[in-house]
């Protein structure tokens, strides 16, 4: 494939709406791709007076909001999170019928299974990091989960 006819066609990519093409010439294949940049744009309409005023003082609320989550935070500093390294279903017990795992105030160790997240119908338990005291459960069982969220607040010894 001839050098000049790559670079034509990449100028024609760039400056095209396309974002990847692929040419195949004499047994030749080239795959040209551009990485696109995605932005999102939200569009707020005019509110009237009276949804300033009640949007002023749902923003009054929402600083009173930040505030809480920030002595939240403080009062969090110094213990471990232990986090979904998945997304599923939180299950504080291996049965529907059996005993939990763990409870607040209990004593863990590294490698002390916490709990379980169901993914895809697949039971993966989630082990300690740290050795410590549980100080607070953060998610209800069999609640969903997201990647990275927090599961175990940790006391850590």
Do not use: W
């Not at 999170?81 to 299950?91: A, H, L, Q």
């Not at 338990?125 to 599961?151: A, F, H, M, W």
């Amino acid at each position: 494939m001839d050098l000049n006819l790559i670079k034509r066609l990449i100028k024609l990519l760039e400056s095209s709406e396309v974002t990847d093409l692929e040419v195949e010439e004499e047994g030749v294949r080239i795959k040209i791709a551009k990485k696109v940049r995605v932005s999102q744009t939200v569009t707020i309409p005019a509110t009237t007076t009276q949804s300033v005023i009640n949007n002023s003082t749902a923003a009054d609320s929402a600083i009173k909001g930040d505030d809480k989550k920030i002595s939240e935070e403080n009062a969090n500093a110094g213990l471990h999170e232990i986090k979904s390294p998945i997304v599923g279903t939180f299950y504080r017990a291996p049965a529907p019928d059996a005993d939990a795992y763990v409870q607040i105030g209990d004593s863990i160790s590294v490698g002390s299974v916490l709990c379980i997240v169901e993914a895809m119908k697949l039971m993966n338990e989630i082990e300690s990091d740290v050795s410590g005291k549980i100080v607070k459960i953060l998610v209800d069982n069999g609640k969903p989960v997201e990647y990275n969220q927090p599961l175990f607040l940790i006391k850590t010894n």
